[in-house]
């Protein structure tokens, strides 16, 4: 009864007391709505691992890649990097509650006839020429590829593994222990597709990335575990789809942009 009437006697504390509620109201409808609408999925559906002392070492060995002198890579130019970034931007600006969005890419294209891509955290992304010349032929091939890592280096997703120390590592290292298990990537393919879809972008297409790695399992030998960890990836992934309430599996390719040509002309 006491405190009722000491706000009750004063009009600015009244005031307040008001504000302070309607703003609680206010962000917690908000939040609520954004559940409803950009569905996330919870953290602890992707088990061990998340460690941040594993984070920091695989960010370390980032720069023992780029040291390393067999590893030959192509400057980006203008135009690549102006695309990989307004890409990078617009998916990072749509998806504010689950990406970090301080940090700053950076891309690195080696010159390679093996066709993969991978990222270290902290937005640290490798793309071989070889994938982006014979495989990335239209625009929501490359934006399903690119999300994906993203999402797994944005949300910091790697598995923790015994590494030994060494002054430089390979390609062929750095893919390894970037790589997650089958149960962590469709999670992520899950994760990627609620965020292309807030980005506007085409998310059902993430199937056929999923479904490139399948045909061409050889060639993609260095990015997949095994084939018949990414059929059962591509399976999953169309239960997902079917749950969104997309049963044509018959992705259509939608035109690419001018942007995605030029940017693919450069490499």
């Known amino acids: 009864m006491l405190k009722k009437n000491v706000i009750k006697g004063r009009p600015l504390l009244r005031a307040f007391f008001?504000?302070?509620?309607?703003?609680?109201?206010?962000?917690?409808?908000?939040?609520?709505?954004?559940?409803?609408?950009n569905p996330i999925l919870p953290n602890d559906q992707i088990k061990g691992v998340f460690d941040d002392d594993f984070v920091d070492h695989l960010t370390f060995l980032d720069k023992s890649l780029r040291s390393n002198p067999e590893v030959r890579f192509k400057r980006l130019g203008y135009w690549a990097k102006k695309y990989l970034n307004e890409v990078f931007n617009r998916v990072i600006a749509n998806n504010e509650l689950l990406l970090p969005q301080e940090i700053k890419p950076q891309f690195n294209l080696i010159v390679d006839s093996t066709p993969y891509i991978f990222s270290f955290p902290r937005y640290r992304f490798y793309?071989?020429?070889?994938?982006?010349?014979?495989?990335?032929k239209n625009e929501s091939l490359l934006l399903s590829a690119f999300a994906f890592e993203i999402i797994k280096s944005g949300r910091n997703i790697f598995e923790k593994k015994r590494m030994l120390p060494v002054g430089i590592?390979?390609?062929?290292?750095?893919?390894?222990?970037t790589k997650v298990n089958f149960r962590s990537k469709v999670e992520i393919y899950k994760w990627t597709y609620f965020a292309l879809r807030r980005s506007e972008y085409?998310?059902?297409?993430?199937?056929?990335?999923?479904?490139?790695?399948?045909?061409?399992?050889?060639?993609?030998?260095?990015?997949?575990r095994d084939p018949k960890g990414v059929t059962r990836e591509e399976s999953a992934f169309k239960s997902f789809l079917v749950g969104q309430g997309i049963e044509q599996f018959e992705i259509s390719e939608l035109n690419s942009s001018s942007s995605f040509y030029r940017f693919r002309d450069s490499i």
């Open 18 to 37: 008001f504000l302070f509620l309607a703003l609680f109201v206010s962000c917690a409808q908000v939040e609520s709505l954004y559940k409803k609408t």
């Open 169 to 177: 590592i390979s390609v062929k290292q750095a893919l390894s222990l």
């Open 127 to 136: 793309f071989s020429t070889g994938l982006i010349r014979k495989y990335l």
């Open 202 to 224: 085409d998310a059902a297409a993430i199937l056929n990335w999923i479904q490139l790695q399948n045909k061409n399992s050889l060639d993609f030998s260095w990015l997949i």
